[in-house]
């Protein structure tokens, strides 16, 4: 199982507050652009231990994640919002204003019948007016082959188009992760297909990108 009770107990000190702040307040920023209610539905898939919903209290949140490790500790820092155990192509009930899909969650989809599936039921489950938010990890990402951050020890392998993450802790604790990498033209593809377009794309929180294909991240902002 990936973010196992070890790894989920220490994934919030990855990341500083600031950062999740910093994203929910573009999120927020392209709701508001967008003309999109007040108090908007928001469904979060991959929603991890709930820090970025967390900023969206004042709204109709839910959430989903496979780790029932990650979704423990995203309940109890949500306590009034429905987080759900289950896989990223699960079943959506009712229909979103805003569907977010942050921190690489689409890349860990390996296979094109179940990224097609995917972006389908995005499409089904959001709004006439509605949004779809996400980023990804390109192939033009850069990853260095060791990192260690907070006594975790990444060891990263890169080939024929995947990341394959071997993260251990000095206690004995492992457990191995696998993300595919997209090209633009991949992802613009499987979101054609559902004749959903999309309307705006970033590299960063504030920068609009010119040439997708070059970035090694983006975020894309996709509507019907």
């Given at each position: 199982?990936?973010?196992?009770k070890?790894?989920?107990?220490q994934y ?7 950062f999740y ?20 539905s ?35 820092r ?28 689409i ?31 390109t ?13 975790f ?6 080939k ?51 040439n997708?294909?070059e ?10």
């Open positions: 199982m990936i973010y196992g070890d790894f989920a107990k919030d000190k990855i990341y500083k507050e600031d702040r910093n994203y929910s307040d573009f999120i927020k920023k392209i709701i508001k652009e967008r003309g999109i209610k007040k108090n908007p928001v469904f979060d898939i991959g929603c991890g231990t709930g820090r970025i919903i967390k900023y969206f209290k004042k709204w109709r949140c839910s959430g989903i994640d496979p780790s029932k490790e990650m979704v423990k500790i995203a309940r109890d949500n306590k009034n919002i429905s987080i759900s155990v289950g896989k990223f192509n699960s079943k959506i009930r009712g229909k979103f204003d805003v569907i977010i899909s942050t921190f690489d969650t890349n860990y989809i390996l296979k094109d019948k179940e990224m097609e599936a995917f972006f389908k039921n995005i499409k089904n489950h959001i709004t006439d007016n509605g949004i779809f938010i996400f980023d990804f990890n192939k033009n990402k850069k990853i260095p082959s060791i990192i260690q951050k907070e006594g020890t990444y060891i990263n392998t890169v024929n188009g995947y990341w394959e993450i071997n993260v251990a802790d000095n206690k004995g604790y492992s457990e191995k992760h696998k993300e595919r990498f997209f090209s633009f033209s991949e992802i613009e593809g499987f979101i054609s297909k559902t004749g959903m377009r999309i309307t705006e794309i970033y590299s960063n929180f504030n920068k609009k990108v010119s997708p294909k970035a090694g991240r983006l975020i894309l902002v996709v509507e019907k």
